[in-house]
């Protein structure tokens, strides 16, 4: 089992930043990929940024050049910094985590709001 609680969503204009981080507790060692999704009301969930073990990244076409995912060594926290954030990236913002053993995690999501 991986638990995972995300944090640092809220309210910002358009053109702030946020930081979202995602706590992550449990069978850390099984985990060979994160990610952060997204879900605006309205919309299907849909994947924003993703880790993987080697560090390798890949984002949404939409956020690129913007949004940033990153991870420390020991997969306790998983962090995506978005900059220069639009009315459109407004969604609940969750983190997942991908396992060797085929199974995936999320956490309860955290609400972006991007509005002046």
């Known amino acids: 089992q991986v638990q995972l609680v995300e944090s640092g969503g809220g309210l910002v204009p358009p053109g702030g930043s946020l930081r979202l981080s995602c706590a992550i507790s449990g069978r850390i060692e099984s985990i060979y990929a994160m990610g952060w999704y997204r879900q605006a009301p309205g919309k299907q969930r849909e994947l924003v940024a993703l880790?993987?073990?080697?560090?390798?990244?890949n984002y949404a076409d939409s956020v690129k050049g913007r949004f940033t995912i990153s991870r420390d060594n020991a997969w306790n926290f998983v962090y995506l910094q978005m900059n220069s954030l639009k009315s459109e990236d407004t969604a609940v913002y969750y983190c997942?985590?991908?396992?060797?053993?085929?199974?995936?995690?999320w956490g309860q999501g955290t609400q972006v709001t991007v509005s002046s």
């Open positions: 997942s985590a991908a396992t060797t053993t085929a199974s995936s995690y």
């Open positions: 880790i993987i073990s080697a560090g390798n990244t």
